[in-house]
């Protein structure tokens, strides 16, 4: 990598990037810090090499995780096309609460490196500590962790600006998000694409519907309908399995993934936005899949996250009226937890596994 950092500021001290790189080196040479922490070093250095690429595995949402490379050159334009469009500053305070084995904690370190914002971090967990920081003028989260947030309405306000990124937002949050007067996006990226290459304005006025792509991006659509992307600093264009609407060249509604897809009776049927609507009805975290049925082909069934007892029957009956015939969850599991991987986001696989174990 030929670019050249000053230093950096980390948890409200300033490091030369050679005192940065050394004190990295101490650190992880001691053992003394969490895993978590002893990570971040870890990237530092890996940043700071010689070598041109950085390894990063996929988050493993509808599959096995692949292990790929990205061009730290890459990276670099990425953050600048997010701290140009976001209008960050060297003065203003960022807050590092996702794992760094993800993309998107390693983008808001190369961040930092890039704007010069002090980057604090914490300890990635499904709720964020805000309450003890003053003021968080850049934060990245992901649905769960914005939901936990928003029951400190205080602290949440002290984000001036937002990136929610890694699965749907349930419709409730939605709207509530819609009135808060924090400046809060809803992300659309991969790791492949060095996090996002596109933003949906989801608070206060002028919000938006569909998602705008960032500077040096293209994007068309495969015969699947499935988003396919050309960015300037990428290597390669980017196929992805995710079903969208063009709305123009730069902007386009995101409809959900193409592997997970359910057939009902030959009707084809986006589970996130089944998601979408059901959570909204029963204002309630859930998640939908699809089973496999000698009628339909596949059948709908509803996993719902709660801690209280709830009533199946009852459940039903609330949904049944509401959506279409071949949308109607064939079964309602209730369960305390919906399995997450790392990132936070739900994992359909371990849905899956669950069903295969209850011969659901």
């Known amino acids: 990598m030929n670019r050249k950092f000053q230093g950096a500021t980390f948890n409200n001290t300033y490091y030369t990037t050679e005192a940065l790189i050394a004190y990295s080196e101490k650190v992880i040479a001691s053992g003394l810090l969490p895993e978590w922490e002893l990570k971040i070093y870890r990237f530092l250095l890996t940043f700071f090499d010689d070598n041109e690429y950085v390894e990063q595995l996929s988050s ?13 050159s890459a990276m670099l334009q990425s ?4 701290i140009e469009i976001l209008g960050l500053k060297p003065e203003d305070n960022a807050l590092l609460c996702l794992p760094i084995d993800y993309i998107a904690g390693k983008m808001m370190v190369v961040r930092a490196l ?4 002090n980057l604090n971090w914490e300890e990635p967990s499904s709720a964020p500590l805000l309450q003890n920081y003053n003021t968080i003028d850049f934060c990245a989260m992901v649905p769960m962790q914005v939901y936990n947030s928003l029951e400190n309405t205080d602290a949440f306000k002290k984000i001036r600006t937002l990136i929610i990124g890694g699965s749907e937002l349930r419709s409730d949050v939605k709207e509530l998000i819609g009135g808060l007067s924090n400046t809060i996006y809803e992300t659309y990226g991969m790791a492949e694409t060095c996090s996002h290459i596109a933003l949906r304005k989801i608070s206060g006025h002028n919000r ?11 994007i068309s659509t495969d015969e699947r309908n499935c988003l396919r992307i050309l960015a300037s600093y990428l290597e390669n264009e980017v196929v992805t399995n995710d079903v969208v609407e063009l709305i123009d060249e730069t902007r386009f509604l995101w409809k959900g993934r193409y592997d997970n897809l359910i057939n009902s009776g030959g009707i084809k049927i986006n589970p996130e936005q089944l998601e979408a609507s059901i959570s909204k009805i029963i204002g309630m975290e859930c998640a939908v ?9 596949q059948k709908v069934v509803l996993f719902v996250e709660s801690v209280q007892k709830l009533d199946t029957n009852d459940l039903a009956l ?17 369960v305390k937890q919906l399995p997450r991987n790392k990132s936070f986001k739900t994992d359909r696989l371990k849905l899956k596994e669950f069903i295969d174990r209850k011969d659901i």
């Open 60 to 72: 493993g949402t509808t599959g096995t995780p692949k292990n790929f490379k990205l061009s730290k």
């Open 79 to 82: 953050a600048q096309n997010t």
């Open 114 to 117: 890039l704007a010069g914002y």
């Open 208 to 218: 938006d519907e569909s998602f705008k792509i960032l500077p040096g991006i293209s």
């Open 289 to 297: 899949i699809g089973v496999a049925d000698k009628k339909l082909g």
């Open 318 to 334: 609330l949904i049944k009226d509401k959506l279409p015939g071949f949308h109607v969850p064939r079964k309602i599991v209730v």
